[in-house]
């Protein structure tokens, strides 16, 4: 596991899932988005991976940040989910999604375990 400041923390598991946890009022800058991104790429080693993003408690993510996530084109990277609780997150992250336009599959969830089997899903 790595931990990246006070923000986040970033671990590969067994399923070859990787799980970006956002910590508890984190904001997430275009600085925190780089060493998420290069927390994430030496955590899988080249692996091919779904990856699990875990917003639920973030507090805000700049636009830049977004945008630098958004452009990611990964081909060790099969699918996102991105899992939050909140019920003022999920309209935005759609909202996001639609106008960012991700290049990786990438779908919105309520909880891990749908999310997971997802992402499990287009693993294969």
Same mark, same amino acid.
């Given at each position: 596991?790595?931990?990246?400041? !006070?923000?986040?923390?970033?671990?590969? #598991?067994? #399923?070859?899932?990787?799980?970006?946890?956002?910590?508890?009022?984190?904001?997430?800058?275009?600085?925190?988005?780089?060493?998420?991104?290069?927390?994430?790429?030496?955590?899988?080693?080249?692996?091919?991976?779904?990856?699990?993003? #875990?917003?639920? !408690?973030?507090?805000?993510?700049? =636009?830049?940040? =977004?945008?630098?996530?958004?452009?990611?084109?990964? !081909?060790?990277?099969?699918?996102?989910?991105?899992?939050?609780?909140?019920?003022?997150? &999920?309209?935005?992250?759609?909202?996001?999604?639609?106008?960012?336009?991700? &290049?990786?599959?990438?779908? *919105? *969830?309520?909880?891990?375990?749908?999310? &997971? &089997?997802?992402?499990?899903?287009?693993?294969?």
């Amino acid at each position: 596991m790595i931990e990246i400041a !006070e923000n986040a923390k970033v671990w590969l #598991d067994s #399923d070859n899932i990787l799980t970006i946890k956002i910590l508890s009022k984190a904001t997430i800058e275009m600085e925190d988005a780089k060493k998420i991104i290069a927390a994430s790429a030496e955590e899988t080693e080249n692996k091919i991976h779904g990856n699990l993003v #875990d917003v639920s !408690e973030m507090t805000y993510m700049s =636009r830049e940040a =977004r945008s630098l996530f958004a452009a990611q084109e990964n !081909e060790t990277v099969k699918a996102i989910a991105v899992i939050s609780n909140s019920k003022l997150h &999920k309209p935005l992250i759609n909202l996001y999604f639609n106008i960012s336009k991700p &290049k990786i599959p990438t779908k *919105f *969830f309520n909880d891990t375990e749908s999310a &997971k &089997k997802w992402l499990i899903d287009n693993l294969k």
